[in-house]
Every structure is written in C-alpha cells, then in structure tokens.
C-alpha cells in the first residue's frame, strides 16, 4: 500500500507529538536534577538551615571539582593549533586533507572563537549532565565604516563606487594652498572639498559555531547514543525576536505567530522554571516591548526529523524552522548539525552523568558536619551564662549588664553565686577525620586530588617518582573524560564545519596561517576525511610526554647515519617538543626541511683546501699585478689625452683669433662700403638740386625775356639778393666733408649681421 502525502497540519501534529514526548523527560526528571545541580553548584541554601546565630555554611564540593577538572580539559583542546587534523584517504587528497586540516581549525578557534564555546560545553556537561553545541551557515550583513579627508565631488564619486558604499557623514571645507589662501578651479569657483566617512553593507557568509543552553534540547527519549547525526529527532529552541527571524530569512506575517509560541504546551513551561537567571524579580516584562514589534518575541522550534513526506515510503531527514503552529521553513539537511556530551556515559542513553551526581552527596554530607563544626565552636567561644534567680524566677543579676558584655562593664548581682558559666565541650574534633574521609572520597571519584593539585605538600608519597605516579593516576579519569569528548563533541562539530564548508555556497577563506596569508577555495575538498584529535593532558601528562619524545629524538639520531632516519623525522619529533611545551608557533623555533634552503657542499679534504688556498693566493697576486697594469696604463692614456687636449684647444684659439680678425677687417671693409654709398648719395642730391636750381633760374629768365619783349616793367623779385650758386656749392661740399670726418657708429641686427652706419 503506498502512502499518502503528508500535509501541513499532519507534520505540525507529528512534531508536535514528538516535543511533547521529549520534553516530557528533558524538562521533568532531568530538568529537576539539573537545577538542583545548579544550586549546589552555585552553593545556595537547602532551605534546612536553623535560626540567626547558627551556621548556614555550604560546601563547595560540587564547584571546587568542575573548576579544577575544567582547566586540564581545555588545555586538552586549545593548547595547539592543530587539535584536530585531518588525514588523507588517498594520495590526491593530501593537498585538500591538509586545507580543510588548517580551515575547519581556524573557523573553529578564530571565527567563532572555540576557545569560549568550548568552556561553555564543559562545564555545562561537568555541571547539569549535558552540553548543547550547534554549528550553521549564517549570513549577515556587516556595516563597516571608510574614512576620507580632502576628498572632492568626483573623488568622493569614485570612492562610492568603489567600496559600493553611501556617505554616512560629510563635513565640507575650502581647499587651501600652501600659502593658506583658497584654491579656485578653471571656473574661478571655490574648490570645495570633504571629510567625512561612508558607510559600506556587505554580506558575509560563514560558519557560526555556539553553545546553547542544555534546556533548550531536546531529544527522542528512545534514542541511546549521545552521538545525534541519526537520532529520528532533535530539537533546538531558541528565544527570538522578529528582528531575528528576518535576518535569518524567515519570513512572519503577524507578530501574534510569535507571541502564541511562548504558550507551547509544557515545554517552555518547564523551560521557565529551570532558567539560569531569573528576570521576574528584577521587574522586567516583555510583553509590550515598548510598541516596538521588531522586538516581540517568542520560541523559535529548529527541528530535524525523519519523515516520509513525499509518501514514496522512505523517510528522509528534514530541518523544519516552526513556531507553535506555523511553520516557517523546511527544507532537506544531509546531517544533525547539533552536538551534545556528557563526562560520564550512561550506556545505551544518550544523556550521561555530571560531575553533580558523584559529588552532590558528598557535598551535602561536607555541608552538615561543617555546619555541626561550626556550631560546636561557636558555642565553645561563647559559652551560655547560667543565672540564679529566686523562688519567684526573678533574676539575682541584672540581665542587661549580661547582655552588654563590653570590656570593663559593670555586671550588678545581688548573690555571689548569682552568675556561672555553661561551658559546651568541643567534640567537633572527632568529626575532622571524617571530614578527611569526605574529601578523600571526592578525590577518588572525580580523580582530582590534592597531590595533582599541588596543594598536600605533607603527603606520605612526596618523592618525585611518587608525585608522578600519584598525578598518573588521577588523571586517568580525566583522560577518560577528553577521550570522550573528544569523540562525542570534538569530533562531529569538525566534522560538521566541514560539511558546512564544502556545501558549494561558501567564498573562499582567506587568513593568516604561520606568519603567511593564504586562501583556501573549500569547494575543492571532499566533504569528509579521516579525523585525528590530539588529546593531551596537564603538567604530568606533558612531563611523561617530553621524556617519551626525548628518547625518541636520540633515537632517531642515533639510526641517521644508518639510514634509519629522515631530517623530516627528526622535524616532525622536534615539532611535538615544541608543541608539548605549551607553544603553538612551531615555525619560530625549528625551520621545515622542506622549506629549507639547499645545504652546502660537503668540506673537501685537507690537501686540497692547502691547494685550492695556494691556487686562490697566485690568483690574487696576478690579479693584483694585473690591476697594477691596468692603473699605469690608464694613467698613460690619461696623461697623453690631456696633451692632445691641450694642443686641440691652443689649435681651436689661434683658429678662433683669425676668424675674429677676418671678421673685424670684414666689418671695416663693410663700413667704408656703406660711407662710400651714403656720400655718392649725397652727392646725387646735391647735383639734382643745383639742376633745379639751374632749371628754376633758366625758366625765370625766360618769363623775364617775355615780359621785356611785350614791354612790361618788370621788377625782379624784389631786389632781394639771390644766393650765388658757386657759393652754395662750396658750403654743401664743406657740409660732405664735415659730415664724413665725424666719428661713425655700426648698426648690426639681431644675428650681428652689419645693416648700416649711423
């Protein structure tokens, strides 16, 4: 028979059948043993103490053993780079293995800072049984600023373009020069420019790893293995608010979906009871959020569940985001991204046992004798006062001066026997071996004494190879205790990362690994690879450790020359030292063979470095009398070059003198040319000036014939004396000479050239 389809209303049913059946247990039994865990963990009253003036001491049984447990496990886990490597299945895998190796690490310990999520889980699961890890794929739109100074508009432009940001504050100013006055552009405008910030949005995509509250899991109670990548269901609720839900991608109609989450059957009721801080008495109420909806919020459901929707009678693994009656998100997952954990494995359960369950009996038995201790001796110091009284009860003493006990007091009595003391024993003493048999038990069952805490400096077994023997043994549970978590938590959320990692969505990784930059492109890696987790343990561990690794290191110098050994041995064991040692950068202190520069030759014999010395020596001395040759005859050379010189330079001067005197003699010869056409210039007008004149007496003398002829009287222009031609020659001819014995000046033009005499 083929089965139907499942639709909405049959899945929320399903779901909702399978929280209630989980959370029936997590918040019942479990959620009870965990909050009294919590309260001893915390030492906080029984609720069994007496009145005022007895003691109300709680041990701290509980927390002393997780606070000293705690720091060897996250040494186990933090003190190399490399806790988890991945290895190789096949050769082409090395280059990938070794990646993902460094990625997964460097995701885990530096992006999500694996350091705080793995102190949470351990001591969650050393506190309340169970620790609670989840790692997914987030993305989030990051807001950075850019800063800018003297920018203008188009600078400004291409700096938005280029970060694709937008301005998120510009104050404008004057550009000024180097003499303080404002600069102005081609327009003759003021040039303005800006500073400021601008505000750049990006998405990133990564992988978040982080520890959630134990509460807040839950899980099929039928399932009875702590490992959950096959659990039929698993559960995560979160506190969200509809800020959160949008930036995970989901979307909500109305804030009401959200409100009505709160009221889930008895899940998140049982969830309240059990919360680590309680807000109800500080006043604080969520229920209006101020009229801000984004931050109405509710219970967020992130399950996984094995389910046949599409009805072809295989079931397949869903990751469903649902509120109480809505579902929001659902979708097809590969794996459980979630990791839980316990100390102390219960066999065929996937919840274990706490370091609460070996110790709280302890803790409470402590409690009572130290509080029976105290008490003893409070009453030891002050003893009770015993007072006479009469036969009708009345005091022989007056009670207020007992009661005002200050030193020099006056205490009136009305008998001398009116006042005694009620001395109490001290029996408390007979409870200190007891106290001791207390605390030798707790050391036996958490394996943390005061031996491998450094604390019993008396102890019967002081010698070093007992100290050593006595730390061996106690950390043989906390061995046991990080190989467990190493395999039950370590493990799968590496594994996990990596999934998440070579998933096809994800940008490469890019990062400093051992003082270099690389990236790594995840989408090349396989999506699974052999795991290796380096456990080690504290200070006895690690002393046992150096003296196995230093007899190793002798060992392999002792096979090299056999050929028993690499230099890449002797690297690797060296490594292991250094990393033993508390120190995770392995590079500064022993250089990788293969990152080494190629050694040098091999020494060549005695007689043949004496050779090779006398053949550098002849070497040196003919290179010497070789330069000695090469400076005299430079110095030759230089000594003939100069006289050549010499006589080139007295040869360019005597050419340099004639060409000057050629070049005087030319400009005299040029200055008698021009003297000679200026005065036959002269001369011309002067002939064509007595030629008028003759002209002009020549014609007045034929005007004068005529006018005699016609018989006229004539009057000769005036009787005025004319100037006697011969006269006016001689003086024009004085003129010339005067003219040209007076001193001459040479007009040249712009290139020299002679263009006239003035």
């Known amino acids: 028979m083929k089965n139907e389809k499942m639709t909405d209303d049959d899945l929320l049913a399903l779901l909702q059948r399978k929280e209630d059946d989980a959370a029936h247990y997590v918040h019942g039994q479990l959620g009870q043993e965990r909050e009294t865990a919590l309260r001893e963990y915390y030492r906080m009253p029984y609720g069994n103490e007496e009145d005022d003036g007895w003691s109300k001491v709680v041990s701290s049984d509980v927390s002393d053993s997780v606070e000293w447990i705690l720091p060897a496990l996250l040494k186990t886990f933090t003190s190399t780079d490399k806790a988890v490597s991945f290895e190789p299945s096949t050769a082409k895998d090395v280059a990938g293995a070794d990646q993902a190796t460094d990625a997964c690490n460097y995701v885990f310990y530096k992006q999500n800072n694996g350091f705080l999520v793995l102190y949470t889980a351990i001591k969650d699961m050393l506190t309340v049984r169970n620790c609670a890890v989840m790692w997914r794929k987030?993305?989030?739109?990051?807001?950075?600023?850019?800063?800018?100074?003297?920018?203008?508009?188009?600078?400004?432009?291409?700096?938005?373009?280029?970060?694709?940001?937008?301005?998120?504050?510009?104050?404008?100013?004057?550009?000024?020069?180097?003499?303080?006055?404002?600069?102005?552009?081609?327009?003759?405008?003021?040039?303005?420019?800006?500073?400021?910030?601008?505000?750049?949005?990006?998405?990133?995509?990564?992988?978040?790893?982080?520890?959630?509250?134990?509460?807040?899991?839950?899980?099929?109670?039928?399932?009875?293995?702590?490992?959950?990548?096959?659990?039929?269901?698993?559960?995560?609720?979160?506190?969200?608010?509809?800020?959160?839900?949008?930036?995970?991608?989901?979307?909500?109609?109305?804030?009401?979906?959200?409100?009505?989450?709160?009221?889930?059957?008895?899940?998140?009721?049982?969830?309240?009871?059990?919360?680590?801080?309680?807000?109800?008495?500080?006043?604080y109420s969520?229920?209006?959020?101020?009229?801000?909806?984004?931050?109405?919020?509710?219970?967020?459901?992130?399950?996984?569940?094995?389910?046949?929707?599409?009805?072809?009678?295989?079931?397949?693994?869903?990751?469903?985001?649902?509120?109480?009656?809505?579902?929001?998100?659902?979708?097809?997952?590969?794996?459980?991204?979630?990791?839980?954990?316990?100390?102390?494995?219960?066999?065929?359960?996937?919840?274990?046992?706490?370091?609460?369950?070996?110790?709280?009996?302890?803790?409470?038995?402590?409690?009572?004798?130290?509080?029976?201790?105290?008490?003893?001796?409070?009453?030891?110091?002050?003893?009770?006062?015993?007072?006479?009284?009469?036969?009708?009860?009345?005091?022989?003493?007056?009670?207020?001066?007992?009661?005002?006990?200050?030193?020099?007091?006056?205490?009136?009595?009305?008998?001398?026997n009116a006042i005694s003391e009620q001395v109490t024993p001290f029996s408390a003493a007979a409870s200190m071996p007891m106290l001791e048999y207390v605390q030798g038990m707790r050391e036996n069952r958490t394996g943390v004494s005061r031996t491998s805490m450094g604390m019993n400096p008396d102890s019967l077994n002081?010698?070093?190879?007992?100290?050593?023997?006595?730390?061996?043994?106690?950390?043989?549970?906390?061995?046991?205790?990080?190989?467990?978590?190493?395999?039950t938590l370590i493990k799968p959320i590496f594994q996990?990362?990596?999934?998440?990692?070579?998933?096809?969505?994800?940008?490469?990784?890019?990062?400093?690994?051992?003082?270099?930059?690389?990236?790594?492109?995840?989408?090349?890696?396989?999506?699974?690879?052999?795991?290796?987790?380096?456990?080690?343990?504290?200070?006895?561990?690690?002393?046992l450790k150096a003296q196995q690794l230093g007899a190793i290191y002798q060992m392999q110098q002792a096979g090299m020359p056999m050929g028993l050994a690499t230099p890449k041995n002797l690297y690797h064991t060296m490594a292991k030292i250094v990393e033993n040692s508390g120190f995770k950068d392995v590079q500064n202190?022993?250089?990788?063979?293969?990152?080494?520069?190629?050694?040098?030759?091999?020494?060549?014999?005695?007689?043949?470095?004496?050779?090779?010395?006398?053949?550098?020596?002849?070497?040196q001395k003919a290179q010497a009398q070789a330069q000695q040759d090469i400076q005299k005859f430079q110095a030759e050379t230089q000594m003939a070059t100069q006289i050549e010189e010499l006589k080139a330079q007295a040869k360019l001067q005597e050419i340099q003198a004639n060409l000057e005197l050629q070049a005087s003699n030319d400009e005299r010869d040029a200055e008698r040319e021009m003297m000679k056409m200026q005065h036959s210039q002269q001369i011309d007008m002067m002939k064509m000036e007595l030629e008028?004149?003759?002209?002009?007496?020549?014609?007045?003398?034929?005007?004068?014939?005529?006018?005699?002829?016609?018989?006229?009287?004539?009057?000769?222009?005036?009787?005025?004396?004319?100037?006697?031609?011969?006269?006016?020659?001689?003086q024009a001819v004085s003129m010339l000479a005067e003219q040209m014995n007076r001193p001459k000046q040479v007009i040249r033009d712009e290139n020299g050239k002679v263009i006239g005499v003035q």
């Open 496 to 543: 996990g990362i990596l999934k998440v990692l070579t998933d096809g969505e994800m940008q490469k990784l890019a990062f400093r690994l051992r003082d270099e930059f690389v990236e790594y492109d995840p989408n090349e890696w396989r999506d699974s690879y052999d795991m290796t987790i380096n456990v080690g343990l504290g200070t006895g561990d690690t002393q």
């Open 462 to 487: 002081n010698t070093a190879t007992g100290r050593q023997i006595d730390q061996s043994a106690s950390q043989q549970r906390v061995e046991l205790i990080a190989r467990i978590i190493a395999e």
């Open 138 to 283: 987030e993305t989030k739109e990051v807001v950075s600023s850019v800063p800018f100074k003297g920018a203008t508009q188009e600078m400004l432009a291409m700096l938005m373009k280029e970060h694709d940001a937008e301005i998120e504050s510009a104050t404008p100013s004057l550009m000024t020069g180097q003499d303080g006055q404002p600069m102005i552009d081609q327009n003759g405008q003021n040039i303005i420019v800006y500073d400021g910030r601008l505000k750049k949005i990006e998405k990133r995509t990564i992988c978040k790893v982080e520890a959630f509250s134990p509460e807040d899991l839950l899980v099929d109670r039928e399932w009875t293995s702590p490992l959950l990548q096959d659990c039929p269901y698993v559960s995560r609720l979160m506190r969200v608010t509809m800020s959160d839900l949008k930036e995970m991608g989901l979307t909500v109609d109305d804030d009401e979906d959200l409100e009505a989450s709160d009221q889930a059957s008895g899940t998140t009721t049982r969830l309240n009871d059990v919360q680590r801080i309680d807000t109800s008495s500080l006043g």
């Open 286 to 416: 969520n229920e209006e959020d101020y009229g801000d909806e984004s931050m109405t919020d509710g219970w967020l459901r992130i399950e996984f569940v094995l389910v046949d929707m599409d009805g072809d009678g295989i079931a397949e693994r869903r990751c469903i985001y649902r509120l109480q009656n809505k579902i929001l998100k659902n979708e097809v997952v590969s794996h459980v991204p979630i990791a839980t954990a316990s100390p102390i494995l219960n066999t065929h359960r996937w919840d274990g046992q706490s370091i609460w369950d070996l110790v709280n009996d302890l803790q409470k038995l402590h409690t009572e004798l130290l509080r029976q201790t105290l008490n003893n001796l409070y009453l030891t110091n002050n003893p009770r006062t015993k007072v006479l009284t009469d036969s009708n009860w009345s005091p022989l003493a007056n009670l207020d001066d007992l009661l005002d006990s200050r030193p020099g007091g006056i205490l009136r009595q009305r008998d001398m």
């Open 589 to 619: 202190f022993v250089q990788d063979p293969a990152n080494a520069p190629p050694a040098p030759p091999p020494q060549p014999p005695i007689e043949m470095q004496l050779a090779q010395m006398k053949i550098q020596a002849d070497a």
């Open 692 to 730: 008028k004149y003759k002209t002009d007496q020549d014609n007045q003398t034929k005007i004068l014939v005529a006018q005699i002829g016609q018989g006229e009287k004539v009057q000769l222009e005036g009787d005025e004396e004319k100037p006697d031609p011969v006269m006016l020659m001689t």
